[in-house]
């Protein structure tokens, strides 16, 4: 199968992220325009191998594929940076959608620069979710977050030209919080999907069982875990604050002001409910004015 032309493949990145919903606009204008085709090249890669691990039509060959992707994920960095190709064991070959999503990903390593090892980090976490559908303790939700939120965040500061250590650290923090307040949020969806987030023992703690989320059960003793959970997220954003005033770029600083808000926002709606998992608040048009109304005055 021929390599699509960089056009075709860029059309097709910016039809998978502006054809998806997500809580914070995706490539939005808030990007500058010269990087908004690499950001929708790297969702594109991520919201693809996300559905892998997650969407019906998988089911069965969620692993394999995954570890297809892993492979052409490495030979897609290793030429753009002028390396020599790793050994190749797929068992398939790539199709139309899926040559044209890393034929506009190996252009944004050619012309960023970007570590590959961030992509592939997105691929661990989507691996966990396939394997794993419980977490012990906090810990092992934060090496989730590590794995699954903590890259974005590095990434497009990568994108803007930003390598400090430091602010990747403040980055960790917003990101990891965001990813742990849509666990509080998203409770009852990921029920669905048989998967709770929510750290066993700390269920235990607070007497809440599997059966009572099964069951929708909403018990004082729910509410208050999820309060303890919004709460310690809470100090996680404060924890990254600094970010969003530190990066040189002004459209970068009105991104981060507007998801940091956003996610604190998400937080807000959760407790104003009564912190009940099973009412999901979502961002309105009224939120997000409030929301440009409170970074305008940061």
Not at 103 to 111: D, G, N, Q, Y
Not at 241 to 247: E, M, P, Q, S, V
Not at 251 to 260: F, I, N, S, V, Y
């Amino acid at each position: 199968m021929m390599e699509p032309a960089l056009s075709e493949a860029y059309a097709a990145t910016r039809r998978i992220t502006y054809g998806h919903y997500e809580n914070f606009p995706v490539a939005s204008w808030l990007v500058p325009k010269r990087l908004r085709q690499h950001v929708c090249n790297i969702y594109a890669f991520a919201r693809t191998a996300d559905d892998f691990a997650d969407e019906p039509l998988f089911a069965g060959e969620r692993m394999e594929r995954l570890a297809t992707w892993r492979q052409w994920l490495l030979a897609c960095a290793a030429r753009a940076h002028g390396l020599p190709l790793p050994e190749m064991v797929a068992q398939r070959s790539p199709t139309e959608s899926e040559l044209r999503i890393f034929t506009a990903l190996e252009s944004t390593f050619r012309e960023c620069q970007l570590p590959v090892q961030l992509c592939d980090d997105l691929l661990t976490a989507y691996m966990i979710d396939v394997k794993k559908s419980r977490y012990a303790t906090f810990g092992e939700v934060m090496h989730y977050c590590r794995h699954s939120a903590n890259p974005v965040g590095r990434l497009i500061l990568h994108l803007f030209g930003y390598g400090n250590e430091s602010w990747m650290r403040l980055s960790d923090q917003i990101c990891t919080a965001l990813q742990l307040a849509n666990f509080w949020q998203d409770v009852a969806i990921d029920l669905q999907k048989d998967r709770i987030y929510l750290p066993q023992d700390e269920m235990r703690q607070y007497g809440v069982t599997d059966a009572d989320l099964a069951a929708h059960r909403d018990s004082p003793a729910v509410r208050a875990l999820i309060r303890f959970q919004v709460e310690r997220t809470r100090q996680l954003f404060t924890a990254g604050r600094d970010l969003c005033t530190l990066a040189p770029h002004p459209r970068l600083r009105w991104e981060l002001k507007l998801t940091w808000l956003g996610g604190m926002r998400i937080l807000e709606r959760i407790e104003q409910q009564g912190c009940n998992p099973f009412r999901r608040p979502q961002l309105r048009a009224t939120d997000w004015a409030r929301l440009a109304w409170r970074a305008w005055r940061w």
